[in-house]
């Protein structure tokens, strides 16, 4: 690491100006310096002054020379500046972005006794040490602070980790103390992390590692388990003065400490997993240094004096030229900042993981950044300055990258294929094929919204040259395979990843619905075709001929336009017009599509249904389009817009769908439908009718669904939820299930739902009225309180007799003791079996006779063999 003078930004006086405290901004645009006098001079990043303003006492009536700034910190959007001051207090200063905005007092934290330094940890509170010990945060949300921790020792230092989530105190004692607002699943320890041999007022927390360092010339590196691991001695060297504070680069890989004349830099090295001294950097006459502050990313340094000087350094451990266009930067061993030279963007390449950097290659037309380091792969889009860094141990030579997508890049490499998502830091999928032709490869992610809001991120590759698979990257699943009888030498997926367009080497073109698994012919002769960005709509030429299908759910609906010769090259959609371009030779000529047609497609992809109703409105009625009405009443229907379906029934001449609609919507305007109920309305609309259920219950709403089931004619429901929920009006709604069903003749039904209630008597009246007497017999068979009832026990058996149940008759005369009528009735009905079991108790010597009776009788059904059994038993 090179530290190179670039700034003097305040000279050095000759004599005591110390300079209390430096912050730089998150956003690299402001650093901020604190004088000897208390005044905040602002500068940019270039080093140029802008703004100042002078800090307050706590008490207007105080000398306001009586206290000192301890610290200053950013805000994580850079907006405002906490000051610590030793009067007891933390001021919190509204500066905007802007350099013409006003500075503003926005938040007060007053302590108890005076504030020693401070930290402002990403997404954090403020974190500050006081002087008897006390480490507080201070919310600027709720403007009060609170105590984090007792030391019972000057707290001299605090330093907050790379990642915000964490930091550390060190106190006069020797002490080091960590703190975890989330240890993000490390299982480190929060606590006395380890006692230092000097107060450590160069304290910094650099990645895995904590650095400490005194009065005392030496510098200590300590591991997670506060471990002494490292150490650097500088105690035999007289001319080494002690070391009075220290700062850790954003990135965690570079730790500069300040003493007398002289800023050592340490840098990690990842492959000796310990720090590395950098080159000394002396320059006589800075006297001790009293501030450091770190750009956001690592190129530069600030420091003060004591004797009020503050420098400007451009940090680097070396700079190269690319394509002389590129500068790289490499500001420490896994980081470097990217500029391109002609329009001055930047971009800080980093290893997360703190790998380092091998080398750095800018691809895909100067647009793509591709580094490797030693376990990671490390990709950037320079337009939209977006990083991923994914585990990578498959470096390989022969690996191809192919940066035809905006969002994403494709690996190939080992008969694999890997996709890669910019900004996102894991691979995205990886599938094995060993066709890695672009036209033989469609992914998409999210590439267009869809009306259903579903996250899109699929591939469709070769398994063989006439197998094409379909892989959610979501799901990790495969979800469709295509299998097809020639050979496929272009594949296409829509963006929203629900259709795929592939032609084979016969020319045919095929369209496959991945939802429902159907494949339909478009053309049997294809030479070009593709997707209209933003779209679903398919254009293709076959001969002399422009086909275009404006609805993918109509196939056999094609446009077809004649050509004059030539052949299409592209298709561009932009400023609301879409064209495709042709080459006929000499001259290029333009087609434009029907970009109304393409609108309701795209409006219903995108959810916008009042677009779609406004283009429907203005085309005739036909086939084509009653099927888009279609779609987008029940899509409106399913986004609850109530007044779009109504329109599009009535469109249909769906009038009663359509009235249902209005009805409901007139209901929720009135005031006299929630939002709830008007789903439910729509769930009985689409006859889910459990599902509107559901939504009543949850409301406790129990007259609207006995209703609902009521006006169905689901009565059997309506009861089973009044009695599953207590209901107190169940008594009336029996009565009037009853009353129902005697009304349309259902005494049959209603016999049941008595004999359910326990009402005996009236279930048999009316099954007997029903003319299902058997019922009624089974019925008094089981139950004493009917089978006592003589005089309705002959009214069942003489209803069993004229529908000739003569079994059942004999049943109940049997269960009577009227043991002759019984058998009698068994006679009757040829039960013999049981005329014979009745005659063995009652009548032994009728056996005979009715073994005679069973085999003439089973003579007459031709069954011979069992009738001479009985003959035999006859005699």
């Known amino acids: 690491m090179n530290l190179l003078h670039l700034k003097t930004l305040i000279p050095t006086q000759e004599y005591e100006a110390k300079v209390q405290s430096i912050a730089w901004s998150p956003n690299n645009k402001k650093i901020a310096v604190c004088t000897s006098d208390r005044l905040v001079i602002i500068f940019d990043e270039n080093g140029e002054r802008r703004t100042r303003f002078s800090t307050k006492p706590s008490d207007s009536k105080n000398d306001g020379n009586l206290f000192q700034v301890r610290g200053m910190a950013f805000s994580h959007d850079s907006i405002k500046l906490a000051i610590a001051q030793s009067d007891n207090i933390i001021f919190v200063y509204k500066i905007g972005e802007s350099w013409d905005e006003k500075v503003v007092i926005c938040n007060k934290f007053p302590q108890k006794c005076p504030v020693t330094c401070i930290a402002w940890p990403v997404n954090q509170p403020i974190i500050c040490g006081l002087a008897d010990g006390k480490v507080r945060a201070a919310n600027t949300r709720t403007n009060k602070s609170s105590t984090i921790y007792n030391a019972d020792s000057y707290v001299v230092s605090i330093s907050a980790n790379i990642t915000g989530k964490g930091f550390i105190s060190g106190h006069a004692d020797g002490k080091i103390i960590r703190y975890f607002f989330d240890d993000d699943g490390s299982g480190d320890a929060q606590g006395k992390l380890t006692t230092h041999p000097t107060a450590p007022y160069a304290l910094a927390w650099a990645g895995s590692t904590i650095l400490a360092a005194g009065c005392d010339k030496r ?308 030479y070009y075709v593709q997707w209209v960005p933003q779209s679903d709509v398919i254009i293709a030429q076959s001969k002399d001929s422009l086909c275009i299908w404006y609805n993918t759910e109509s196939t056999d609906r094609m446009t077809s336009i004649p050509l004059r010769g030539g052949d299409i090259t592209d298709v561009v959609r932009q400023n609301g017009r879409t064209e495709v371009l042709i080459n006929e030779g000499v001259n290029s000529v333009t087609y434009a599509l029907d970009d109304s047609r393409i609108e309701f497609g795209t ?37 609850g817009n109530l007044l779009i379906s109504e329109q599009s029934f009535a469109s249909l001449g769906c009038v009663s769908k359509s009235r249902y609609l209005r009805q409901t919507r007139n209901l929720l305007m009135e005031n006299k439908l929630s939002k709830s109920n008007v789903q439910a309305c729509i769930a009985i609309l689409e006859k889910d009718f459990r599902a509107a259920e559901n939504i009543f219950l949850s409301q406790n709403s129990i007259e609207d669904v006995i209703k609902l089931y009521k006006d169905l004619l689901k009565w059997d429901d309506a009861i089973e939820i009044a009695e599953a929920k207590n209901w107190s009006g169940l008594d009336k709604l029996k009565k009037a299930y009853h009353h129902w069903l005697t009304e349309t003749g259902q005494e049959e039904k209603a016999g049941d739902l008595r004999q359910k209630d326990g009402d005996f008597n009236g279930a048999v009246t009316l099954y007997l009225r029903a003319g299902v007497p058997g019922k009624a017999a089974r019925l008094a068979l089981i139950e004493p309180e009917i089978s006592s009832d003589r005089v309705l026990v002959e009214r069942i058996i003489m209803s069993l007799t004229q529908c000739e149940l003569y079994e059942k008759a004999g049943e109940l005369y049997q269960n009577l003791g009227q043991s002759e009528n019984a058998l009698r009735c068994y006679r009757q009905g040829n039960c013999y079996q049981k005329a014979i079991e009745l005659a063995r108790i009652s009548f032994p010597s009728n056996i005979l006779q009715l073994e005679e009776e069973w085999g003439d009788y089973l003579v007459t059904k031709q069954q011979m063999d069992n009738a001479i059994n009985h003959f035999i038993e006859a005699g």
Not at 348 to 367: C, H, P
Not at 611 to 638: C, N, Y
């Open 219 to 526: 510098i200590y590196v300590y591991n997670r388990e506060g471990k002494l691991v490292q150490q650097l001695d500088y105690s035999k060297d007289e001319s080494e003065k002690e070391f009075t504070i220290a700062s850790c680069n954003p990135s965690g890989h570079v730790v500069a400490f300040g003493s007398f004349n002289r800023i050592r830099v340490l840098s990690w090295s990842p492959r000796k997993g310990g720090w590395d001294e950098c080159k000394l950097k002396e320059i006589k006459n800075l006297y001790t240094i009293t501030a450091i502050a770190w750009k956001q990313d690592g190129s530069k340094l600030v420091v003060g004096t004591y004797c009020g000087g503050v420098d400007l350094f451009d940090c680097c451990v070396k700079k190269k030229l690319y394509k002389k266009i590129f500068e790289l930067n490499y500001v420490g061993p896994s980081q470097v900042i990217v500029r391109n030279l002609k329009s001055n963007n930047t971009i800080v390449l980093q290893s997360k993981f703190g790998y380092e950097i091998d080398d750095v290659k800018v691809m895909g037309k100067n647009r793509y950044l591709v580094t490797h380091t030693s376990n990671t792969l490390i990709l950037g889009d320079l337009r939209e300055n977006q990083l991923s860094e994914v585990p990578w141990s498959r470096k390989n030579p022969k690996e191809r990258f192919y940066f035809g997508y905006d969002k994403f890049c494709i690996i190939f490499g080992s008969g694999e294929l890997y996709v890669i998502e910019y900004g996102v830091n894991e691979v995205l999928g990886s599938v094995r094929t060993e066709f890695t032709t672009p036209f033989l490869i469609s992914v998409r992610v999210n590439e267009r919204k869809s009306s259903n809001n579903c996250t899109c991120k699929k591939i469709a590759y070769m398994l063989d040259l006439k197998t094409i698979a379909i892989f959610d990257f979501i799901t990790g699943s495969n979800v469709a395979h295509v299998s097809h009888d020639r050979k496929i030498d272009w594949i296409e997926l829509n963006e929203t990843g629900q259709k795929l367009i592939f032609r084979d080497k016969k020319l045919q073109l095929i369209l496959f619905d991945i939802e429902t698994g159907v494949k339909v012919m478009l053309l049997n002769f294809c």
């Open 603 to 639: 409006a219903m992809d995108d959810g916008d249904l009042e677009r779609a109703v406004s283009f429907l409105e203005s085309l005739d009625v036909t086939p084509e389009t009653k099927s888009m009405w279609t779609k987008l009443g029940f899509a409106s229907l399913k986004a």
